[in-house]
């Protein structure tokens, strides 16, 4: 059983995009994908709730069309739409693993979302296995022009930031 935290797809909005815009997360989808075609998981729940700033089906409709597009059936696609943090995510989705009878779980998500995330799922008793994706720290050549801020780096800190004020808050 995979589990895939909501990742931010926005949702169709004809008749400018007719599919979902896939945002920065989007591999999140694209690796439960791959966990399932390699036979690693028989299930995947997609969870997220319906953000009036996306659109206006919820995240994991869109991820549905999405991973429907990398060739998982719908007989394998679980959906989750009514939590609207980490906190409700770990919740409902306990819930219905319990109604299976399954404790276990890979948690697809962001690494840096994943200490967060592990935490609330760990909380409602279920043994998590993390299935960490979008990894931000990576080798990569020193260049003087890193010194320099730019909008990249401004978005990095409003996502660390949130992570730090989830992680104190306890969402």
Not at 135 to 149: G, N, T, Y
Request: proline fraction near 5%; charged fraction near 25%; charge should be negative.
């Amino acid at each position: 059983m995979a589990v895939v935290l909501g990742v931010g797809v926005a949702s169709p909005a004809p008749p400018a995009r007719f599919m979902p815009d896939l945002g920065r997360a989007a591999d999140r989808v694209w690796f439960a994908a791959q966990l399932f075609h390699a036979g690693k998981v028989e299930r995947i729940v997609l969870s997220g709730a319906v953000d009036s700033r996306i659109g206006e089906l919820s995240e994991v409709e869109s991820m549905r069309i999405f991973i429907r597009d990398l060739g998982v059936p719908d007989a394998a696609i679980h959906l989750e739409s009514t939590s609207i943090n980490t906190r409700q995510n770990a919740d409902h989705v306990a819930h219905l693993l319990n109604d299976w009878g399954i404790d276990r779980l890979l948690l697809v998500t962001s690494a840096l979302h994943m200490p967060r995330a592990m935490r609330q799922f760990e909380a409602q008793g279920l043994i998590v296995f993390p299935a960490a994706t979008d990894h931000e720290a990576v080798d990569a050549a020193w260049d003087i022009r890193k010194l320099l801020p730019d909008s990249e780096s401004l978005d990095g800190s409003d996502r660390a930031i949130k992570e730090w004020i989830g992680l104190w808050l306890g969402k």
